[in-house]
């Protein structure tokens, strides 16, 4: 079994904002693939989707994103889930919207939401995807820019990213390889 777990926070005022590109993929997954996250345990919000013999738990928190942890580690726990059989998706500051760039490991760059799942795994070795949001300009406060939504002119290269992150996702779930999903994606 797999868990990929999208980050974000969660209500109507957020949707569509940058912070949000996580819950993003796992909306597409969901909506592309017929489900519904009609499972709440561990505060979150989750369905079992079955992809070509394999069960994935869809994750989207509803801790807000400080505290992602507190779902991410109660749900593996339960279900068995290993750290290899994790990744996290979430917005990344440092790459351009539309970058996409999987790791295996690596420290949290800064993110709260992924310093929250390190601290509660005791660990940082766990597949991940960073989308890009790129920087703010024009003298916005980060917290301010990412909680905005993206600008008209950008909501289409994050569109073709948010699915080439399913794309990416698919293809760790059918290969179980995400040495291969990162040489194709990254």
């Known amino acids: 079994m797999k868990m990929i777990v999208g980050l974000g926070n969660p209500g ?20 592309s693939e017929n489900l519904k996250l009609d499972e709440t345990k561990f505060k979150a919000d989750y369905t079992i989707w079955r992809h070509q013999g394999e069960r994935v ?5 509803f801790t807000y994103m400080n505290l992602s942890g507190e779902a991410v580690l109660p749900l593996m726990s339960y279900y068995g889930i290993g750290q290899d059989d994790l990744c996290v998706i979430y917005d ?13 490991k690596g420290s949290a760059g800064g993110h709260n939401g992924m310093k929250s799942i390190m601290h509660l795994l ?31 002119e950008e909501q289409s290269l994050v569109d073709t990213t948010i699915s ?5 996702i698919k293809l760790w779930i059918e290969t179980d390889d995400f040495n291969q999903v990162m040489n194709k994606f990254n």
């Open 92 to 104: 990344d500051l440092d790459l351009e919207p539309g970058q996409l760039r999987l790791r295996q």
């Open 122 to 152: 005791d660990s940082q070795e766990f597949n991940r995807m960073r989308i890009g949001i790129g920087r703010p300009t024009g003298g916005w406060k980060v917290v301010d820019y990412v909680l905005a939504p993206f600008k008209k």
């Open 164 to 168: 080439e992150a399913a794309d990416a």
């Open 57 to 61: 738990l869809l994750v989207k928190p």
């Open 12 to 31: 109507n005022k957020y949707e569509g904002t940058r912070h949000n590109i996580g819950f993003d993929v796992i909306d597409y997954l969901v909506k």
